[in-house]
């Protein structure tokens, strides 16, 4: 079973338990599934990898929101964002931890030949090609400034 069918199936338990809240996570992701599957006018399967890159953006965007929700000191809506995060992270593979992803950015370093801050970008692409979906953007940026600086 692929994820889209996964989460079709998941769609349907929460409906029989009446489970609102991970009801409407569980509908923002198959609308962004079919959304992605109907851009160009097919409509074709698309792979686990989109369908995991649909989930990492809407990780995003709600982890941005529930954070903007702080700053306001909304947390009653800080917290309905936190709840959609759970739902939606339980799809995504387990995250790297701070020191795999500085092994990682330390090893792509040495490969490139990178010496400054000048070669941030020489790095950035090779570690996010190989880190793509196991570590958070902002944390490999932040750990390869860190290195190079």
Same mark, same amino acid.
């Given at each position: =079973?692929?994820? *889209?069918?996964?989460?079709? /199936?998941?769609?349907?338990? &929460? =409906?029989?338990?009446?489970?609102?809240?991970?009801?409407? %996570?569980?509908?923002?992701?198959?609308?962004?599934?079919?959304?992605?599957?109907?851009?160009?006018? *097919?409509?074709?399967?698309? *792979?686990?990898?989109?369908?995991?890159?649909?989930?990492?953006?809407?990780?995003?965007?709600?982890?941005?929101? &529930?954070?903007?929700?702080?700053? /306001?000191?909304?947390?009653?809506?800080?917290?309905?964002?936190?709840?959609?995060?759970?739902?939606?992270?339980?799809?995504?593979?387990?995250?790297?931890?701070?020191?795999?992803?500085?092994?990682?950015?330390?090893?792509?370093?040495? /490969?490139?030949?990178?010496?400054?801050?000048?070669?941030?970008?020489?790095? =950035?692409?090779?570690? =996010?090609?190989? !880190?793509?979906?196991? %570590?958070?953007?902002?944390?490999? &940026?932040? !750990?390869?400034?860190?290195?190079? *600086?």
């Amino acid at each position: =079973m692929n994820l *889209s069918e996964q989460i079709n /199936q998941h769609i349907k338990a &929460s =409906m029989l338990a009446r489970e609102k809240d991970k009801l409407e %996570a569980l509908r923002a992701v198959k609308a962004a599934i079919m959304l992605e599957a109907t851009k160009d006018g *097919s409509n074709t399967e698309i *792979s686990d990898e989109v369908v995991l890159a649909i989930i990492q953006k809407l990780v995003k965007q709600r982890k941005d929101a &529930s954070a903007i929700f702080k700053e /306001q000191n909304r947390e009653d809506l800080a917290k309905d964002e936190d709840f959609q995060i759970e739902v939606l992270s339980a799809y995504l593979p387990e995250q790297m931890g701070e020191d795999e992803v500085r092994k990682v950015v330390q090893d792509t370093i040495a /490969q490139v030949g990178a010496i400054g801050a000048q070669d941030i970008g020489k790095v =950035m692409g090779p570690v =996010m090609g190989k !880190l793509k979906g196991k %570590a958070d953007g902002k944390l490999i &940026s932040t !750990l390869v400034k860190e290195e190079l *600086s």
